[in-house]
């Protein structure tokens, strides 16, 4: 199991593991993200050109113009890529650009929180109004149950998104935010169901903010994405802004009065604030950050041993396959564990397998599709990697997955809100 390390080591160019000092008020430390050793080369030309097939259909199904994908099988080689453009007829797509990380921004909202019960800061079931104001009635969630999905609390972005599409300059207040979700009636009774909802990534976030004094920003650089190296990823300012100087341009495609999109020209949505997403999908990152945070998510790199935040994973709902389960801000898809989802512009999945290390990254620059999508894609890329033949001296794991890579494929196609191209 990964360790905590402290101790003023570095990272070494190549390894597997990834050490990063972290300086702040207290001693240095250094986190290790403990997986098999990547080979340094390319997949095999026969794996990347069915991957890419799988992320051009993805591409037309759910309206995008290009996508970023990153995938790493550390027995046979890794492969990252922009594909398509960034918007109709614009400029290539390239692999170093910033995107909005969606609900990847829950789960570090949650590895902070996990973090600070591991200090001894807060315990994960303390009631949820000991560390957030004015909500009365709700003594009985508990922290544990925002991250696990659990608290049975509704969703505010189905409330705003509308407003968002007008004004997506605003700023908005996390309260503000907060009120439209509690305002609604409850899913469920706590910890009876799992149901994915963004408000509990902020309440989540807001906890932190009260424990530590500092904004959830500060918080994630300090314990998450500072220790991990992850330079290209943060919570940016509440300010509009694109996800940064180098952005993959981002779409939000509506439909018309008949319900059809037009998707020859996607409405272009990359500039927004921040504050709109906040905990649960206020994040920026780009794929290399992507790919090996959730690497560092699965393997629980950023806790000490012994924890449980994976131990009780609960069922997606009932009409989903036993296989897919969620726990401690995360799902988890037979042996890989990551997040997806999608936040204005953009559709994101990040998943990793703890014990082989294969991971794989993506981002689709519309919105307007199933969200879904991010897990499907990355799901149909992995099941293509765990097949890649082993380079010189490796072996290929002996586990596999519980779906293949035409499932996912059909479940992209049926959802489609873009045809392909007759011919």
């Given amino acids: ?4 390390h402290r101790s003023a080591a570095v990272a070494i160019a190549g390894a597997a593991v990834l050490a990063v000092a972290l300086s702040g008020c207290t001693s240095q430390i250094s986190v290790s993200i403990d997986i098999p050793a990547q080979v340094d080369a390319p997949l095999p030309e026969a794996t990347v050109t069915e991957m890419r097939d799988a992320v051009t259909a993805a591409i037309t199904a759910t309206g995008s113009t290009g996508a970023i994908v990153g995938v790493w099988a550390p027995w046979s080689g890794s492969w990252i890529s922009g594909v398509g453009t960034q918007s109709p007829g614009g400029a290539e797509v390239t ?13 570090m909202t949650c590895d902070a929180l996990y973090r600070l019960a591991a200090d001894g800061r807060l315990s994960l079931e303390d009631p949820l109004t000991q560390w957030v104001s004015n909500v009365p009635g709700y003594e009985d969630i508990t922290l ?13 972005t189905s409330s705003l998104d509308g407003l968002v599409l007008g004004n997506p300059d ?7 935010l907060m009120a439209y979700g509690i305002a609604k009636p409850r899913l469920n009774d706590p910890g009876v169901s799992f149901a994915s909802s963004p408000t509990n990534f902020l309440l989540a976030g807001l906890a932190v903010e009260r424990v530590t004094g500092q904004s959830l920003a500060e918080v994630i650089a300090e314990r998450v994405t500072t220790p991990l190296g992850l330079e290209s990823t943060s919570i ?8 940064g100087a180098s952005s993959l341009t981002g779409h939000w495609s509506q439909p018309n009065g008949d319900g059809a999109y037009d998707c020859a020209a996607p409405l272009e949505f990359t500039t927004m604030s921040s504050s709109y997403g906040a905990a649960a999908s206020g994040g920026v990152t780009n794929i290399r950050d992507l790919g090996r945070y959730a690497q560092a998510l699965a393997t629980g790199a950023l806790l000490p041993d012994g924890n449980d935040r994976f131990a009780n994973p609960v069922p997606v709902s009932a009409d989903q396959p036993t296989w897919f389960t969620a726990a401690g801000g995360a799902y988890q898809a037979g042996s890989l564990i990551g997040q997806f989802g999608s936040t204005p512009g953009y ?4 998943f990793a397998d703890p014990t082989t290390g294969m991971s794989v990254a993506v981002v689709l620059n519309n919105s307007a599709g199933n969200e879904n999508t991010g897990a499907w894609l990355a799901w149909e890329l992995a099941a293509i990697a765990s097949k890649a033949p082993a380079a010189q001296g490796q072996s290929m794991p002996e586990a596999g997955l519980p779906w293949t890579a035409d499932q996912m494929r059909e479940s992209i196609a049926a959802n489609a809100i873009c045809a392909p191209p007759a011919g």
């Fill in 1 to 4: 199991m990964p360790r905590w």
């Fill in 170 to 176: 605003r700023v908005w207040s996390a309260r503000e």
């Fill in 236 to 243: 940016p300012a509440p300010e509009a802004a694109p996800p």
């Fill in 95 to 107: 692999d170093d650009l910033q995107f909005r990380a969606a609900d990847v921004t829950g789960a």
């Fill in 347 to 350: 559709i994101v999945g990040a």
């Fill in 144 to 156: 544990r149950e925002l991250c696990d999905g659990t608290s049975g609390l509704a969703s505010y």
